[in-house]
């Protein structure tokens, strides 16, 4: 069958692997080599130096290319290196417009680093489209779109987006690390680039650290692969390896994920020490008719603050969970929690984070695969 006509949990399994044509293991083997035989000058067998190009991670870029409906796939250190790479794209002078509220380490890159080189960035809120054109000038270049939004949950539409890069002739990139390729393909609703932080639920068992990027036009692929080849920030085979195994399960993984989230999510919004809860599902959500179009489920990311807003009450709840554990990162089979404005988001001004309702007390929760009774067990004794 070919791989385009696969539904997502057969591609899941079975994209871009083939069993090894020198032994038949059916898993991809760990090519743990820097070099390879050339028998002249020039001649290979389409593997020079692993920089470059890595059978293992050859075999995984050709399967998450598949899962986002991508024609091409780039595997990079950390999703940080992978968002390096898109902003090599631009020049001294360019303009980026992102989502005010994303990612404190993307945030971090771009005002820190990239900025330092000329590269210009506007913030602004992305729930409508058409508040961002009038920020287009004719430096713009390109859009930074994140949906989901870290951590506030905000749902941008990518369609409307893609639009509007196409009208203006900008580059569209979106994380779509929260979502995953199970649960969203923005090359599907017209963004030209989809960056993965692949340490998260891609590779689901919070053990590998990775990035990836998807695409479809040949020109970007070339530059993009040019930029990975001439900076190596790549991956290497044994991170491939252990990602192409989590991958395996991703759409079981998902499926729970979304069921657990939904559960904890109504939980969480009944309780009287709740303020707010911020999820994608409820009907009550700003953009959640369009959460329904270009989502298949709402997935198990959830952000909550509570009655009072007090930074203590939410160190003290966070410090007495059990089976969430209060850790960096998200998107693992285990469920963690997590505090925006002193962990992930640290490096946003806090005038930056109050904008985007990263408040004081706001509480970050990944909803991992455990038993939901449990799940919900452990945040009603933390709550008291």
Same mark, same amino acid.
């Given at each position: 069958?070919?791989?385009? #006509?696969?539904?997502?949990?057969?591609?899941?399994?079975?994209?871009?692997?083939?069993?090894?044509?020198?032994?038949?293991?059916?898993? =991809?083997?760990?090519?743990?080599?820097?070099?390879?035989?050339?028998?002249?000058?020039?001649?290979?067998?389409?593997?020079?130096?692993?920089?470059?190009?890595?059978?293992?991670?050859?075999?995984?870029?050709?399967?998450?290319?598949?899962?986002?409906?991508?024609?091409?796939?780039?595997?990079?250190?950390?999703?940080?290196?992978?968002?390096?790479?898109?902003?090599?794209?631009? #020049?001294?002078?360019?303009?980026?417009?992102? =989502?005010?509220?994303?990612?404190?380490?993307?945030?971090?890159?771009?005002?820190?680093?990239?900025?330092?080189?000329? %590269?210009?960035?506007?913030?602004?809120?992305?729930?409508?489209?058409?508040?961002?054109?009038?920020?287009?000038?004719?430096? =713009?270049?390109?859009?930074?779109?994140?949906?989901?939004?870290?951590?506030?949950?905000?749902?941008?539409?990518?369609?409307?987006?893609?639009?509007?890069?196409?009208?203006?002739?900008? %580059?569209?990139?979106?994380?779509?690390?929260?979502?995953?390729?199970?649960?969203?393909?923005?090359?599907?609703?017209?963004?030209? %680039?989809?960056?993965?932080?692949?340490?998260?639920?891609?590779?689901?068992?919070?053990?590998?650290?990775?990035?990836?990027?998807?695409?479809?036009?040949?020109?970007?692929?070339?530059?993009?692969?040019?930029?990975? #080849?001439?900076?190596?920030?790549?991956?290497?085979?044994?991170?491939?390896?252990?990602?192409?195994?989590?991958?395996?399960?991703?759409?079981?993984?998902?499926?729970?994920?979304?069921?657990?989230?939904?559960?904890?999510?109504?939980?969480?919004?009944?309780?009287?020490?709740?303020?707010?809860?911020?999820?994608?599902?409820?009907?009550?959500?700003?953009?959640?008719?369009?959460?329904k179009r270009q989502m298949r489920d709402f997935g198990g990311m959830i952000s909550f603050s509570l009655i009072g807003d007090k930074m203590e009450d939410a160190?003290?709840?966070?410090?007495?969970?059990?089976?969430?554990?209060?850790?960096?990162?998200?998107?693992?089979?285990?469920?963690?929690?997590?505090?925006?404005? =002193?962990?992930?988001?640290?490096?946003?001004?806090?005038?930056?984070?109050?904008?985007?309702?990263?408040?004081?007390?706001?509480?970050? %929760?990944?909803?991992?695969?455990?038993?939901?009774?449990?799940?919900?067990?452990?945040?009603?004794?933390?709550?008291?």
């Open positions: 069958m070919r791989e385009e #006509n696969m539904k997502f949990e057969t591609k899941a399994i079975h994209a871009g692997v083939q069993p090894d044509e020198a032994t038949g293991a059916i898993m =991809t083997p760990i090519y743990q080599t820097t070099t390879y035989a050339q028998p002249r000058p020039g001649e290979n067998k389409g593997y020079e130096y692993s920089r470059t190009l890595n059978p293992t991670r050859h075999a995984l870029e050709k399967n998450l290319a598949a899962l986002e409906n991508g024609k091409h796939g780039l595997a990079f250190g950390s999703g940080l290196a992978a968002i390096d790479a898109c902003m090599r794209l631009l #020049n001294p002078g360019d303009e980026v417009i992102s =989502t005010n509220d994303l990612y404190g380490g993307t945030y971090r890159q771009f005002t820190k680093v990239h900025a330092r080189y000329g %590269i210009k960035f506007r913030f602004a809120g992305m729930q409508h489209a058409a508040a961002i054109e009038p920020l287009i000038s004719a430096n =713009t270049k390109m859009l930074w779109v994140e949906t989901p939004t870290n951590p506030t949950m905000n749902i941008i539409d990518i369609e409307a987006f893609a639009a509007l890069a196409k009208k203006h002739q900008l %580059i569209l990139v979106v994380d779509n690390t929260f979502a995953s390729p199970y649960l969203q393909n923005p090359l599907d609703l017209g963004a030209d %680039i989809v960056m993965h932080s692949v340490t998260k639920y891609i590779g689901g068992h919070s053990d590998v650290v990775m990035g990836f990027l998807a695409l479809n036009d040949d020109k970007l692929r070339t530059d993009l692969a040019f930029i990975q #080849n001439s900076v190596g920030a790549v991956c290497g085979p044994m991170d491939c390896f252990l990602v192409l195994r989590g991958i395996k399960t991703l759409h079981l993984r998902m499926q729970r994920h979304c069921e657990n989230g939904a559960k904890v999510a109504h939980w969480l919004k009944a309780h009287p020490k709740v303020d707010k809860v911020y999820w994608p599902g409820f009907e009550s959500h700003p953009n959640h008719e369009v959460a160190f003290d709840l966070v410090s007495r969970l059990t089976v969430f554990t209060l850790a960096e990162s998200l998107g693992g089979v285990e469920s963690l929690a997590g505090h925006p404005a =002193t962990m992930t988001h640290a490096a946003i001004p806090k005038d930056e984070r109050a904008k985007t309702g990263v408040t004081d007390s706001l509480i970050r %929760i990944s909803v991992g695969i455990e038993h939901v009774d449990d799940l919900i067990a452990d945040l009603a004794q933390a709550l008291g």
